[in-house]
């Protein structure tokens, strides 16, 4: 008789795992629209082109990087911290240039930097989690 080994059925990195990918995806898709929408949302929220190109061609880059960072069955530590840290320095840097008025945004374009720092926020904190989570 051979003895059955159980296979675990739960992924300890699937908060984290899940996590990082919405990030990438978010941040790739915000990256793309930054690189290809530059005139309009300049109109909309009075990002200035020059900045949302190189916004959103770091955005782009940085969102693949963090979707390659989920693939292995074992996520790197050291490299969800990474994610984490820049996360959390988005987010401040964000709401810091909106307040010393660096950023000559609409009261849309204000709604929208805030908006799109809470998010970020909001993966840092689930990164975090998922991190701490997975032991």
Avoid: C, H
């Avoid at 739960?10 to 795992?17: E, G, S």
């Avoid at 978010?26 to 990002?47: H, S």
């Avoid at 050291?78 to 959390?88: F, P, Q, S, Y």
């Amino acid at each position: 008789m051979t003895a059955v080994t159980a296979v675990p059925t739960t992924d300890p990195y699937r908060l984290v795992r899940l996590a990082l990918r919405l990030d990438a995806v978010v941040t790739t898709v915000n990256g793309l629209a930054y690189l290809a929408l530059a005139a309009p949302i300049n109109d909309l929220l009075g990002l200035p082109v020059a900045l949302q190109y190189g916004i959103g061609a770091f955005l782009t880059v940085y969102g693949v990087a963090v979707w390659l960072i989920a693939r292995p069955a074992v996520v790197n530590r050291t490299a969800v911290l990474a994610a984490v840290a820049l996360n959390a320095l988005w987010t401040v840097a964000s709401v810091a240039e909106l307040v010393a008025g660096g950023l000559e945004a609409t009261t849309l374009g204000a709604v929208w930097v805030v908006m799109q720092a809470a998010v970020v926020g909001g993966f840092a904190a689930l990164q975090w989690l998922g991190l701490r989570k997975a032991g």
